[in-house]
């Protein structure tokens, strides 16, 4: 009975511990649920978010039209809760937001809770389930890209250049989201977003299908050649050739 302060010293200690959250992967969301203090209402949104070691990214359609829903930001995990400091959403563009985000890892997943959340002016308690959807997959374009130049080419000859788009780009776990904002000629901004699985063939070259998107452009259920060039590890340039012979050139940066 000698050893028994050493023991409950040891057993007290174990008990305070709290397991690491570990979030780097692509999830599918489930479910996502919003309360107003007084009832439940069930959303409906087909949502893929994933999380680097740095960064984290969600997309999905607008539950109204037929735009994108997405955001992107730098995540830290503290005291078993993750802390998620957005600095660009389809909603509200450029605005850092910071939400506190309550994990509870499942066997297949996890689940997340923001307990005070803003929409439309009213406060609610938002909780969403997600899935894990990763492979094992390890590539150098695992991480989050800004994307810096568009080359766009016609079959006809055509070509048009863009030296400030607006699209982020992050892959992880074999998957990738992409999300493009664009503003209109009455200064209205509109965002579009594809996801899906990916997979990295060699330095040359990555397929990737579309598995979700609201570009209206018969991208859904495609898979397609990537032709990339990488430039150490911080830049790569991606060349797409479309069935209609149109090619899209785009040049992107890692984000730091």
């Keep these: 009975m000698k050893n028994l302060p050493a023991l409950l010293l040891i057993l007290l200690l174990g008990c305070g511990r709290t397991e690491?959250?570990?979030m780097v992967g692509a999830y599918q969301m489930t479910t996502q649920t919003l309360n107003d203090g007084t009832k439940d209402s069930v959303i409906q949104r087909n949502q893929l978010k994933i999380y680097t070691d740095e960064y984290m990214m969600y997309a999905s359609p607008n539950v109204t039209d037929s735009f994108a829903n997405f955001g992107i930001g730098k995540y830290k995990i503290e005291n078993g809760k993750v802390y998620e400091y957005r600095f660009y959403t389809a909603e509200q563009g450029e605005k850092m937001d910071t939400f506190e985000l309550n994990i509870e890892k499942t066997y297949n997943g996890y689940k997340q809770i923001i307990e005070h959340i803003n929409i439309g002016g009213k406060t609610?308690?938002?909780?969403?389930?997600?899935?894990?959807?990763?492979?094992d997959q390890k590539s150098p374009l695992d991480g989050t890209w800004k994307q810096v130049k568009?080359?766009?080419?016609?079959?006809?000859g055509d070509s048009s250049v863009n030296n400030n788009p607006l699209e982020y780009k992050t892959f992880e776990a074999g998957y990738f989201i992409w999300a493009i904002s664009v503003k209109d000629s009455s200064n209205r901004r509109t965002s579009v977003f594809g996801y899906g699985p990916f997979t990295f063939v060699n330095n040359t070259k990555i397929k990737e299908t579309v598995a979700n998107t609201t570009f209206a452009t018969g991208l859904l259920g495609k898979t397609y050649d990537v032709d990339i060039e990488m430039n150490g590890t911080d830049t790569y340039?991606?060349?797409?050739?479309?069935?209609?012979?149109?090619?899209?050139?785009?040049?992107?940066?890692?984000?730091?």
């Design 20 to 22: 690491k959250i570990v």
């Design 124 to 135: 609610y308690k938002l909780t969403e389930e997600y899935v894990s959807k990763g492979t």
């Design 150 to 156: 568009n080359v766009y080419l016609t079959a006809k």
């Design 237 to 256: 340039k991606q060349t797409i050739t479309f069935a209609n012979g149109n090619r899209s050139s785009e040049v992107y940066q890692r984000l730091k």
